[in-house]
């Protein structure tokens, strides 16, 4: 018989026996959770709680789909496992359902089992398609945990990976942010200068394999690039003849109101990573796909790469199921429906509330910035605050909200919202009254 465990007991060996990730492991105090279902997960108490950022950005279908439940089930009792250099029916069968869904031109296939190692997989091929090293990738990005996808990430995650993590390579040009641009530009007057920088850096780099872009800028603000930036990008990679990695790993699976961010610019980038809402994150499955010509170099050149787990058959069962369910219940329209409303929800706040600095989104992906003075900009917290350990004002805000029975992602100084598409405006209202009620924190240390 196992010994039966108090909820004391889990948290406390959770803690002793587990790595937190992404913080100082001092004080660090999970919250025991035993159920989820729907837009709700559930505590140890039974205390419910809206997932208004869908865990990590990912469970797009919301917690309990009954059949992608079934879909792992039944691949379980079919084939659990065979290696990778088989054939199987339900790698093709989601191979084939991809050639519907992804940007167009987008149709040779690797399955990893994250999205970082979707990135490493968009790296190797990269420079060994184009013979070239440099990954130029842009200040405020993540790409992931792995040493080559930390090094290829702009945000404060990298530094205390360094040096390893510089790997060879990987340089930044500065991110496109029209609320508050690095290069200190403005919209529409810029004639999207920060693309344009990125065709010098290419120039004066040489040896530039790739440019790598999160389409809309994830974690680090929810930054919607004006409508120029990406086809800009696309010709000045086509001109200079670099290859575009489009990073959708949190962006995909109609999380912005298409089925990936690169089509509302209707863009095919040269290689696309994603991950997360493939399978609505029930079974850890990444991918990262090419167009038939950069595949067809590796015809005759060895392709230097693979898992034990890659197109794993336990991860391919359910994002069939996941793709299907999001088809069957509309969920790439209902997040521009629902978007709308979340998005005037949130752009009321910023009338209402003087630490509100910007709001912006796409779809169900909406980032509201908190800062302490509108005129200057001026963020609660900064990078290194973040990196010292002090304590944030956003996680202050997002653990108040918890009480509250609200999930939110924070980070630095400003809330990532993502919820599942299948929210209704019933709990959109829930999850923005939260917010609204505990920026009155914000709003006392603005100056
Ligand atoms: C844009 C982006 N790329 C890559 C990753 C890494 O994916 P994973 O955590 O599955 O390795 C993430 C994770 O949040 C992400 O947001």
Request: hydrophobic fraction near 40%; proline fraction near 6%.
């Amino acid at each position: 018989m196992p010994e039966t465990l108090t909820s004391q007991d889990i948290v406390r060996w959770t803690r002793e026996l587990n790595y937190g990730t992404w913080r100082f492991q001092k004080n660090w105090s999970p919250l025991h959770v035993v159920d989820a279902e729907g837009c709700y997960f559930i505590d140890v108490d039974g205390r419910r709680y809206l997932d208004f950022s869908a865990q990590l950005m990912c469970v797009n279908l919301g917690h309990k789909n009954p059949a992608v439940i079934r879909a792992i089930q039944e691949q379980a009792r079919t084939l659990p496992y065979i290696a990778p250099g088989y054939a199987t029916g339900v790698r093709v069968d989601l191979s084939r359902l991809l050639l519907e869904v992804l940007p167009r031109g987008l149709s040779k296939f690797f399955f990893t089992t994250s999205g970082t190692e979707a990135n490493e997989a968009a790296f190797k091929i990269a420079r060994m398609y184009t013979g070239r090293t440099k990954i130029i990738a842009r200040y405020r990005s993540y790409h992931g945990s792995t040493m080559a996808s930390i090094g290829a990430t702009g945000d404060p995650r990298r530094w205390p990976a360094e040096p390893g993590a510089k790997g060879q390579g990987f340089i930044f040009a500065p991110e496109v942010n029209c609320y508050n641009c690095p290069i200190k530009h403005q919209y529409p007057g810029c004639d999207i200068a920060c693309a344009d920088y990125l065709e010098h850096m290419i120039e004066n780099e040489n040896d530039v394999a790739a440019v790598l872009v999160e389409p809309v800028v994830g974690t680090n603000g929810v930054l919607v690039p004006p409508p120029e930036y990406m086809p800009r990008l696309r010709r000045i990679c086509d001109d200079r003849g670099v290859l575009l990695i489009a990073d959708e790993v949190m962006t995909g699976w109609g999380r912005t109101g298409k089925w990936f961010a690169m089509d509302h610019w209707d863009v095919q980038p040269d290689i696309m990573v994603t991950a997360k809402g493939i399978t609505s994150a029930y079974v850890p499955l990444g991918l990262c796909a090419t167009t038939q010509k950069i595949a067809a170099h590796f015809d005759d050149h060895f392709f230097a790469h693979g898992h034990t787990y890659e197109a794993h058959p336990m991860t391919l069962a359910p994002a069939i199921a996941a793709i299907h369910e999001m088809q069957r219940l509309g969920l790439v329209d209902r997040a521009v429906e629902m978007g709308a409303h979340l998005g005037a929800r949130l752009q009321a706040l910023r009338g209402k509330h003087p630490s509100v600095g910007d709001v912006r989104g796409l779809g169900l992906f909406w980032g509201v910035e908190l800062v302490k003075n509108r005129t200057t900009k001026q963020p609660f917290n900064t990078k290194a605050d973040k990196m010292a350990g002090k304590p944030l004002l956003v996680d202050q805000i997002a653990g108040a909200m918890m009480k509250k029975g609200v999930a939110i992602n924070s980070w630095l100084s400003h809330f990532v919202i993502a919820p599942p598409l299948i929210i209704t405006s019933e709990e959109i209202d829930q999850g923005v009254a939260a917010l609204d009620e505990a920026l009155a924190q914000a709003d006392a240390q603005v100056v």
